[in-house]
């Protein structure tokens, strides 16, 4: 590795911090449009996710099937009282990936549309006497600078970037996650099927959030978060696995990370910095899905970018929020308030899940999820859905 430590930083059109979905979405798109770029990924981290990424994802983003661990056909919803709602797909399926070899995957490519990629960690941001930013980072163990006219924030809820250049950042509200992969116990035993997504909404699993169990191929994703302090996260999975049967399966590997619970107010600095991704808040309220968001963030903030480069108006960066909330920020409030509201205890567990028994329920749920829209084409199937929440809300049916 040479040693630029001494040398004039090197010159980017934009440098890139967080080599995730959404950094490395941003990197490939900006050097796909002819930009130079830097993308820096501090080695060593992958993100808890249990890997799901909707048939939207795979066909904008051009994911090859080599990458997707499983398919997913149906969904099964699990109640404190162990009550368990069955919620098949139908046509198609939901994607499964795992962060350990989709996200190299999604770098090489940045690479391969001209990126420079670095392992490296991010130290700082200083502006020379001409404005330019320069970028402070650690490879090897060696200092190393790089100027911008432009920076990108992609490096997770707790970004150094975001912290150092957007007020408030520091305060962002959040939810920790933690999972572990397990791989299948030889026998075959455990209540896992290779198709089937497992969601448990249960207090002891997650006092304000949900628990899961994905099937990745030959590993299984078994995971959950609580933004309660004190709660055993850990403590939980390990109840989970035990009442499951996948207590006797291998543990690959353990990750956790914190996930934020609304996006931004502000995603750039008005000048010369832009976050993405996890940085910039948007990860889906309630279900805790990410990388489509990511994805699409990463796209958005490389569109904004170019529009700053091209014009050299910092008001350009505003775009990539902008963007993202007209398409995105009613639903992030509708599942905002669902979780407010339904992950609040037990009882109101018991009901939510009751309520996913509805054929309206499922077939709307999945057809926004797979297609990340809202579904206005069927008022009656919403009004029959708006009756049966208020039933539940008032309790006029058990649940």
């Known amino acids: 590795m040479p040693d630029r430590s001494m040398a004039d930083p090197e010159i980017f059109d934009v440098v890139v911090v967080g ?65 368990r709602v069955d919620m098949p797909i139908g046509d198609g399926f939901v994607g499964m990936v795992d962060r350990e070899h989709f996200d190299p995957w999604l770098r090489t490519r940045a690479v391969e549309a001209g990126a420079v990629l670095r392992a490296a960690s991010f130290k700082h941001i200083e502006r020379d006497a001409e ?29 150094a970037v975001g912290r150092a250049e957007i007020p408030g950042h520091a305060g962002m509200k959040q939810v920790f996650a933690y999972h572990e992969i397990v791989r299948r116990p030889a026998d075959g035993s455990g209540d896992v099927e290779s198709t089937r997504c497992d969601v448990y909404y249960q207090g002891k699993l997650s006092p304000d959030f949900y628990a899961w169990i994905f099937p990745h191929g030959d590993t299984i994703s078994i995971g959950t978060g609580s933004a309660r302090k004190g709660f055993s996260l850990r403590g939980a999975i390990r109840d989970l696995r035990a009442s499951s049967g996948l207590d006797a399966g291998e543990t690959v590997r353990r990750e956790g990370a914190p996930l934020p619970l609304k996006p931004l107010g502000k995603w750039d600095n008005g000048r010369d910095v832009l976050l993405t991704g996890d940085a910039a808040g948007i990860v889906a309220p309630a279900s805790g899905e990410g990388i489509y968001y990511a994805m699409l963030g990463g796209r958005l903030a490389a569109q904004a970018a170019e529009d700053f480069l091209v014009t050299g108006k910092a008001t350009a960066l505003a775009r990539a929020r902008k963007d993202f909330m007209k398409l995105h920020g009613r639903v992030f409030l509708i599942l905002r308030i669902m979780q407010w509201f339904w992950y609040r205890n037990d009882a109101l567990r018991e009901r939510f899940v009751s309520i996913c028994r509805d054929k309206d329920v499922q077939q709307l749920t999945w057809d926004a999820y797979m297609n990340k829209e809202l579904v206005r084409a069927k008022p009656m199937a919403h009004m029959r859905i708006f009756f049966k929440d208020l039933a539940h809300l008032f309790r006029w049916v058990s649940p």
């Not at 995730?20 to 830097?38: D, I, K, N």
């Not at 320069?134 to 970004?159: K, N, W």
């Open 19 to 83: 080599g995730g979905p959404s950094g490395a979405t941003a990197a490939a798109e900006l050097a796909q449009a002819g930009r130079h770029v830097l993308l820096l990924d501090k080695p060593g981290k992958i993100k808890p996710c249990g890997g799901a990424i909707p048939p939207r994802l795979i066909r904008d983003f051009a994911i090859p099937d080599h990458l997707l661990v499983a398919r997913v056909r149906s969904a099964r919803m699990i109640s404190p009282k162990d009550k």
């Open 131 to 159: 404005g330019l930013a320069t970028v402070h980072y650690t490879e090897g163990g060696s200092p190393q600078r790089a100027r911008a006219r432009l920076v990108i924030g992609a490096d997770g809820a707790s970004s």
